[in-house]
T-cell receptor, first 114, second 118 residues
């Protein structure tokens, strides 16, 4: 079945450092790919998404490119801030036309230190 | 506009009691999902509703768990004879359930209900 693998956390960075959180997936066909973020004490919210190969999703300085050749959707940010401290979930939505088809990775906790 | 709402936000109960958790999806969303998130863990899929179709219950961990969705809108997750291992945050999400296949669908999450079983 479909699956999502993302790097284990926690990830601890200093403010203004470069961030990469790796995400790879296994799916049949052409899934859509998502990054969700969960800030402390809050619910999950969509950070960005890409619906086809080579698309780049971007939001709040974060970017991720849908790479079908490497089945990856790595999350990057050039300069993190303390306010980016959160748990980040990679997810995919597959091509099934029945039943749930959303698969989430285990999440990566990011801590940014001032 | 209004997002997904869940109630209660917190629920403390005694082992063996039944609990009901409520989810109000975004108006017009035909798809509704329930997940469980244990402390420091990822999301565990529980159940999925899509329109009037039979729900996908493949993620429910035991027969103590059940869910219904009335009128294609509000959903209630019921846990009978709660156990301590049921303690978690229960998340509800809804999506448009786009026609032509769900592959571009985006889920919108509620704030969750934190359940503590003593």
């Amino acid at each position: 079945g479909d699956s999502v693998t993302q790097m284990e956390g926690p990830v601890t960075l200093s403010e203004e450092a470069f961030l990469t959180i790796n995400c790879t997936y296994t799916a049949t066909g052409y899934p859509s790919l998502f990054w969700y973020v969960q800030y402390p004490g809050e619910g999950l919210q969509l950070l960005l998404k890409a619906t086809k190969a080579d698309d780049k999703g971007s939001n709040k300085g974060f970017e991720a490119t849908y790479r079908k050749e490497t089945t990856s959707f790595h999350l990057e940010k050039g300069s993190v801030q303390v306010s980016d401290s959160a748990v980040y979930f990679c997810a995919l939505s597959g091509e099934r036309n029945y039943g749930q088809n959303f698969v989430f990775g285990p999440g990566t906790r990011l801590s940014v230190l001032p | 506009g209004a997002g997904v709402s869940q109630s209660p936000s917190n629920k403390v109960t005694e082992k063996g009691k039944d609990v009901e958790l409520r989810c109000d999806p975004i108006s017009g969303h035909t798809a509704l999902y329930w997940y469980r998130q244990s402390l420091g863990q990822g999301l565990e899929f529980l159940i999925y509703f899509q329109g009037n179709s039979a729900p996908d219950k493949s993620g429910l961990p035991s027969d103590r768990f059940s869910a219904e969705r009335t009128g294609g809108s509000v959903s209630t997750l019921t846990i009978q004879r709660t156990q301590q291992e049921d303690s978690a945050v229960y998340l509800c999400a809804s999506s448009l359930g786009a026609s032509g296949g769900p592959s571009t669908d985006t889920q919108y999450f509620g704030p969750g209900t934190r359940l503590t079983v003593l």
